[in-house]
């Protein structure tokens, strides 16, 4: 599985997973800073490249991506959108900073705490489950996703 996400990275390929009546995914959001000057919806490979690395930059403003500590979170996302598991994504981080250099994104322990960095970092782009963000539309904007 390692050589085919490293094959995906390479060719810029997305896994595009089959939703069901278990999947909660619909339930997560991705959040930018209100001062982020990203499209007003992004692309799941747009997403991809974020969160691994490849697009580092978005008219010309650094991004600073964060990941959700929260377990059942941080591998929905990473299901849905990276299309590993876990222990892909942090081997493929690992071995990436040791080849290339550079820092994987930033992981913080909850919801709460991925809001509040991204509501004062502009540039700064997460996820957190769509209840958590009741209440805080104005500090922080959600960017819907096109497949």
């Known amino acids: 599985m390692k050589n085919v996400f490293v094959t995906m ?3 810029g390929g997305f ?3 089959p939703l069901d009546a278990q999947d909660r995914s619909h339930l997560l959001v991705v959040i930018v800073n209100t001062r982020t000057p990203l499209p007003s919806d992004l692309t799941a490979d747009d997403l991809q490249n974020i969160f691994v690395g490849k ?3 978005i008219k010309g403003m650094r991004l600073h991506p964060v990941n959700n500590g929260e377990e059942d979170l941080f591998e929905r996302f990473l299901e849905k959108f990276i299309g590993v598991d876990a222990s892909e ?3 493929f981080w690992i ?3 040791f080849r290339e250099g ?3 994104p930033k992981v ?3 919801s709460e705490k991925v809001i509040r960095f991204v509501s004062k970092k502009t540039g700064a782009i997460g996820y957190v489950w769509r209840k958590d963000i009741e209440g805080k539309e104005g500090i922080i904007k959600v960017v819907p996703i096109r497949p």
């Open 108 to 110: 913080l322990p909850s």
């Open 9 to 11: 990275l390479a060719l």
């Open 102 to 104: 550079g820092e994987p």
């Open 95 to 97: 071995k990436k900073v």
């Open 15 to 17: 896994l595009s997973l």
């Open 89 to 91: 994504y942090k081997t």
């Open 55 to 57: 697009e580092k930059f």
